[in-house]
């Protein structure tokens, strides 16, 4: 069986300061981790993923993630915020054979300070 | 390139309907992933569809089928609806290469409203 947990529901930051969005999860076999970002009314989009290659991984707007299996972490950084960073953040994991399903946490909800 | 797309955008139905909804993969994808996303939730895999036949199942009563298509496309029906079906459907598609997972590419979702 594999989950996530994010811890913090809802987390805000000013523009222009570090955004940590945190992720641990647990999985009974080598995962694939993943994050997603959903505006509002809008469907998934992947920010970035971890398939066993880099432990650090970059991923569109500026994002990267690093995947620390002592600590079963996989939390999400930007340096800056920016104000169209605004939105709901999701980490999925899913295992590494065949078309996996995706597990998702319940998801956390980054508000920019002006 | 034609990402994934879903129908209808929006939909609103009355307990114990009957409701189906679409969802047309991203051209190249031939798996198609359905989830729920309960308001304020993480999406709920619901099922995958991969050469016409159902692959995986997620924790999702009977009630809920689907059916995939010679052209990739897939339906998502729900029978006898409840006030707690109301949420997010969103598709996703993917390629499956060799039996590996590939990346699932998200539709836009439809909202069913069940009163």
């Known amino acids: 069986a594999q989950s996530v947990t994010q811890l913090g529901s809802h987390v805000s930051v000013s523009e222009g300061a570090l955004v940590l969005l945190r992720c641990n999860y647990s999985?009974?076999?080598?995962?694939?981790l993943f994050w997603y970002v959903q505006y509002p009314n809008q469907g998934l989009q992947l920010l970035l993923k971890?398939?066993?290659?880099?432990?650090l991984v970059k991923g569109i707007n500026g994002f990267e993630a690093e995947f620390k299996k002592s600590e079963t972490s996989f939390h999400l950084t930007k340096p800056s915020a920016h104000m169209s960073d605004a939105a709901e953040y999701f980490c999925a994991v899913s295992g590494r054979f065949g078309n996996e399903k995706l597990t998702f946490g319940t998801g956390t909800r980054l508000t920019i300070i002006p | 390139d034609a990402g994934v797309t879903q129908s209808p955008t929006h939909l609103i139905k009355t307990r114990g309907q009957q409701v189906t909804l679409r969802c047309s993969p991203k051209s190249g994808h031939d798996t198609v992933s359905w989830y729920q996303q309960a308001l304020g939730q993480g999406p709920q895999f619901i099922f995958q569809?991969?050469?016409?036949?159902?692959?995986q199942r997620g924790n999702f009563p009977d009630r809920f089928s689907g059916h995939q298509f010679p052209n990739y496309s897939s339906e998502l029906n729900v029978n006898a609806l409840l006030l707690g079906d109301s949420a997010l459907y969103l598709c996703?598609?993917?390629?499956?290469?060799f039996g590996q997972g590939g990346e699932q590419y998200f539709g836009p979702g439809t909202r069913l409203t069940v009163t």
């Open positions: 971890y398939t066993s290659a880099a432990t």
């Open positions: 569809y991969y050469e016409e036949e159902e692959r």
């Open positions: 996703a598609s993917s390629l499956n290469h």
């Open positions: 999985s009974s076999v080598p995962p694939y």
